[in-house]
């Protein structure tokens, strides 16, 4: 019985890991233009960077679909990898996908930040709350979003909307898994990023 017992024990440390790494789910496929270094590098590197924003982007595209990247660059934002959903199947000749958003590639972050409105605010915010602001204006700019002020003058205080298009729709006419157009634009939405205590003027 003693080795019964063994040769039991033995056998479940060798089958047991064996099973968990068939259960594994299998790795995220991503298609789309990413120039030279490729979509499948260019995502492990943002994963590196930024692990919370690519995590929900994953969590919004689970499998079958297909997370799509494509990397742009202009003056104004700099290098920036916009992430689409597009569906496991085509619709006759064209896939659908949903907008996730977008990070900038590494280095580009300072031209990434949404920048604040003029107001008598701005210089106050950005000095006492400086580090709550950045991660604001990176969320805000993630979102491809834009900021407005919306004062509290009986508290003493500003909070900082961040409006945004949400639920706009891809489609992709070609087959490479990059945005071609839209088939809905989606609707303006905002959410609030930030509650600030400010000197009474």
């Given at each position: 019985m003693r080795k019964l017992a063994v040769l039991c024990i033995l056998f479940l440390g060798v089958m047991l890991p064996s099973e968990a790494q068939s259960k594994k789910p299998k790795a995220q496929v991503?298609?789309?233009?990413?120039?030279?270094?490729?979509?499948?590098?260019?995502?492990?590197t943002l994963r590196k960077t930024y692990p919370t924003y690519v995590q929900d982007f994953e969590k919004q595209c689970p499998r079958p679909k297909n997370l799509g990247l494509q990397v742009i660059a202009d003056e104004t934002?700099?290098?920036?990898?916009?992430?689409?959903?597009?569906?496991?199947?085509?619709?006759?000749?064209?896939?659908?996908?949903?907008?996730?958003?977008?990070?900038?590639?590494?280095?580009?972050?300072p031209k990434f930040l949404i920048?604040?409105?003029?107001?008598?605010y701005t210089q106050e915010l950005q000095s006492r709350y400086s580090g709550?602001?950045?991660?604001?204006?990176?969320?805000?700019?993630?979102?491809?979003?834009?900021?407005?002020?919306?004062?509290?003058?009986?508290?003493?205080?500003?909070?900082?909307?961040?409006?945004?298009?949400?639920?706009?729709v891809s489609l992709d006419e070609n087959g490479d898994f990059v945005s071609d157009g839209e088939a809905s634009k989606g609707a303006f939405v905002d959410e609030i990023l930030g509650t600030f205590l400010v000197k009474t003027n």
């Open positions: 991503v298609r789309g233009n990413c120039g030279k270094r490729g979509c499948s590098e260019v995502l492990k934002r700099g290098q920036r990898a916009l992430f689409n959903c597009w569906e496991a199947k085509k619709q006759k000749r064209t896939r659908y996908g949903d907008y996730l958003g977008s990070l900038p590639m590494p280095g580009n972050e920048p604040l409105p003029k107001s008598a709550e602001i950045k991660q604001a204006q990176f969320k805000c700019g993630t979102k491809s979003g834009d900021f407005n002020f919306i004062e509290d003058k009986k508290n003493n205080s500003v909070q900082l909307q961040c409006y945004f298009t949400a639920g706009v």
